[in-house]
């Protein structure tokens, strides 16, 4: 349809750079969300613990994960959210520009101007979260145990522009951890209090902070 377009968007240029944007978003955002979900379990064994009951009692050993598990194990969920939440991987978002001028408080941003709509100022927003820098899996479960929705979850961003890859990325989390702690359990060298959590560096991206990890299977 668009061979004889010579305005075309469809261009062997522009399908090198979609595959490779699709590549870098889609590699390094759920692997260091991981990777810092396993620090932050080796931090918090009790939180660990509770997801071994929950992938024993739901999905057993004597079958792998699947997504079909997901809605049976709100704790697990609990615990993901509350990953992505803590770590707010992207805080300041990718920048985005106004359409048209627009009244925010008390400025008039006019219209083409970028903006860095902040994801870190709902994710650790204290009414929300009580003690947001605290890492709780609680944030996101209700008094009976089941998961909290909360329109404040938006490690994804929001709107049109919003994560493509959400879907993707939500089933490989699950996916990936609780296969790991179906096998495993995790322990640190160290005293886990002594465990540094606090990022890396965080700019556009939160980078976790090295450390070692023994897996010992179950
Ligand atoms: C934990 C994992 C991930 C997080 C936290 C995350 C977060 C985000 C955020 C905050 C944005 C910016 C949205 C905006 O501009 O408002 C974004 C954009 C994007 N993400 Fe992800 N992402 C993740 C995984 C993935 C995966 C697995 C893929 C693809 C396989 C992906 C592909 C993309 C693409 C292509 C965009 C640009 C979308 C656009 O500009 O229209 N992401 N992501």
Redesign the pocket.
């Known amino acids: 349809q668009e061979k004889h377009n010579p305005m075309s968007e469809f261009d062997l240029e522009n399908l090198a750079v979609c595959g490779s944007?699709?590549f870098v978003?889609?590699t390094e955002?759920?692997s260091s969300?991981l990777r810092y979900g396993l620090l932050l379990l080796m931090k918090h064994p009790e939180v660990e613990a509770k997801v071994h009951e929950e992938i024993d009692s739901v999905i057993g050993h004597n079958q792998r994960p699947s997504l079909k598990d997901k809605m049976k194990m709100p704790y697990t969920e609990a615990v993901l959210n509350e990953i992505?939440r803590y770590i707010t991987?992207?805080p300041s978002?990718?920048p985005?520009a106004v359409t048209k001028d627009t009244k925010f408080r008390q400025y008039v941003i006019p219209k083409g101007t970028t903006v860095l709509p902040l994801?870190s100022s709902v994710l650790l927003d204290c009414k929300e979260f009580p003690n947001p820098e605290t890492f709780d899996p609680g944030h996101f479960l209700d008094k009976n145990g089941s998961l909290r929705k909360t329109d404040y979850f938006i490690?994804?961003?929001l709107?049109k522009?919003?994560?493509?890859?959400e879907g993707?990325?939500r089933v490989e989390?699950f996916l990936f951890l609780t296969t790991i702690l179906q096998n495993f359990s995790l322990k640190p060298l160290v005293e886990p209090r002594e465990l540094e959590t606090r990022p890396l560096v965080t700019g556009l991206l939160t980078v976790p902070p090295p450390f070692k990890l023994r897996l010992l299977p179950r």
Not at 161 to 165: D, H, I, M, N, T
Request: charged share 5%.
């Open positions: 944007n699709l978003a889609g955002t759920t969300t992505q991987l992207l978002n990718l985005h994801l490690p994804f961003s709107g522009r919003a994560c493509v890859g993707l990325a989390l």
